[in-house]
């Protein structure tokens, strides 16, 4: 029978910014790494996950930076080409307080590019870390050698050349690792950062823009008193919230209109996120924008979703506080210190969703895991993850739908989500009901609570070769929690 020592706490918002495991048991970062257990690492009592401020940086202090636009070191009629180092660096994540961190070109957000549909983007990324590590665009449609696949990493002083084509439409995707067995602790250390597709069709729309659309990477910390991320727990260290790599900063706003682009990069937490009861008008999901505007005043972001949402703040005076809060806790505020002019509008109609093509082939998808050894194993259909076989074979340009189930049993108290490469989907429905507001347009990442499930329909045009799908908290995709499809013709 399972016990507390059996039991995976993963995935709730009691989670932060390490997995607990069973009690000693290694997580497989640490145990490639060296490093101690994630969890206790004195074998005591599974220690408190509360968020609360930290004692060097009290709930807005600070301010919250807006990741810099890295700028093409050269540009053809046809290409923009960009240089990217992965280097560690210190970077002041608590006033005051240098925290060492693996980066991308320094930052703890790395740098936004920003793109364009239909002009593609070469990326050299150079790895300067004593240990592999690799990259992954989220939500792009890539050939295979520029997808990061897990097994396919830069070698410590190597170099890496990505293509990305950019045929998709607009939208808020985001680059990090995903070096198997390091993709949590290379994330959770900082290496992520935006990749932003903007799409020429659709400046008619007047949404707001320039200064006034924000990426706002939200995501949580195990920090010490000297600014170390740590996995273990000691009295001196808190879980915090962080925005842009700040601790619940604040962030100044002009009474206007202002899109946000919301990003869960924490490695497992949920958010559920509310400005108090004002309105936030969501205009995009993960794959982009909406048919239409829709109205909410709490939205839920599992690890590594995204949704972009509009907030008028010229409904305030000069002086306004407006929170946005998790359930356990606040993350941002946004001020209202000047008046401004505002032309941007959101209209009615933003962009169809074309009509699904009939689908050909259902397959079943159980993430599960198994906890009979001394180290619990992810499976993806009663299997760990092979780099060598492929699990399910599609032909090119057929559609699909898959009803993926977190197949755990409720005692487990472990929540999934389940991301597929290479393409977007449509939510069909959850547990044979609708789908939620959550599930909305486009999507490449859905949340699976415990027994749960979701359908999902994709169809699978453009390349071939072999991708990855996974559970994308990612200590369960290092554990195994990934499965391999061949597109083939």
């Keep these: ?64 930076p807006v990741p810099r636009v890295l700028a093409p070191f050269k540009g053809d009629p046809d290409v923009d080409f960009y240089r990217v180092p992965i280097r560690p660096a210190n970077v002041e994540v608590l006033p005051g307080v240098q925290s060492p961190l693996l980066t991308y070109d320094g930052g703890f957000v790395g740098p936004t590019i920003k793109a364009k549909t239909g002009r593609p983007v070469s990326v050299t990324f150079t790895n300067q870390l004593s240990e592999a590590a690799n990259v992954h665009l989220h939500g792009g449609h890539v050939l295979p050698q520029d997808d990061g696949h897990p097994m396919d990493v830069i070698a410590p002083g190597g170099s890496r050349n990505y293509t990305y084509p950019n045929t998709q439409q607009g939208a808020t995707l985001w680059y990090h690792d995903h070096s198997h067995h390091s993709e949590a602790r290379h994330v959770y250390h900082g290496l992520h950062g935006f990749y932003l597709i903007e799409d020429p069709s659709e400046q008619s729309l007047g949404l707001p823009s320039g200064q006034y659309d924000v990426p706002i990477m939200l995501r949580d910390v195990l920090i010490d008193a000297n600014g170390n991320l740590v996995d273990g727990a000691e009295p001196d260290q808190v879980n915090t919230l962080l925005a ?38 969501q205009i995009a999901s993960d794959g982009g924008l909406l048919p239409a505007p829709v109205p909410r005043t709490e939205i839920q972001l599992t690890a590594a979703e995204r949704v972009e949402i509009v907030v008028d703040f010229s409904r305030f005076p000069v002086g306004t506080q407006i929170v946005m809060g998790d359930t356990i806790g606040p993350v941002l505020r946004f001020d209202v210190v000047r008046t401004a002019t505002d032309t941007s509008r959101v209209p009615s109609t933003l962009r169809p969703l074309p009509a699904l093509p009939p689908a050909t082939v259902t397959r079943d998808i159980r993430l599960s895991f198994d906890v009979s050894g001394p180290v619990p194993v992810g499976l993806i259909n009663g299997k760990p993850y092979d780099p060598t076989r492929a699990d399910i074979q599609i032909k090119r340009g057929t559609t699909e739908i ?88």
Excluded at 414 to 420: P, R, S
Excluded at 459 to 472: E, I, N, S, V
Aim: glycine residues 10%; proline residues 7%; hydrophobic residues 40%.
């Design 1 to 64: 029978m399972l016990n507390r020592r059996k039991l995976l706490v993963a995935g709730g918002a009691a989670v932060g910014g390490a997995l607990l495991l069973p009690k000693g048991l290694k997580s497989p970062s640490a145990a490639a790494s060296g490093q101690a257990p994630i969890g206790d690492p004195h074998g005591h009592e599974l220690y408190d996950h509360a968020v609360r401020p930290h004692a060097k940086s009290p709930a807005f202090t600070v301010p919250m």
């Design 402 to 489: 898959w009803n993926v189930t977190n197949a755990d049993p409720i005692e487990f108290d472990a929540a999934h989500n389940f991301h597929l490469h290479l393409v977007q989907f449509r939510v069909l429905s959850r547990d044979g009901g609708p789908p939620t507001l959550n599930d909305m347009g486009r999507k490449d990442t859905v949340s699976l609570p415990p027994t749960k499930s979701v359908q999902l329909q994709a169809t699978f045009g453009d390349y071939l070769g072999r991708y990855a799908y996974h559970c994308h908290f990612l200590e369960h995709s290092a554990l195994g929690m990934m499965g391999q499809m061949e597109i083939v013709a």
């Design 244 to 281: 842009n790599g700040k601790p619940q900063p604040y962030f100044q706003v002009a009474a206007r209109k202002y899109r946000f682009r919301l990003l869960n990069a924490a490695i497992h937490r949920q958010f559920t996120l509310n400005l108090g009861g004002v309105q936030m008008l």
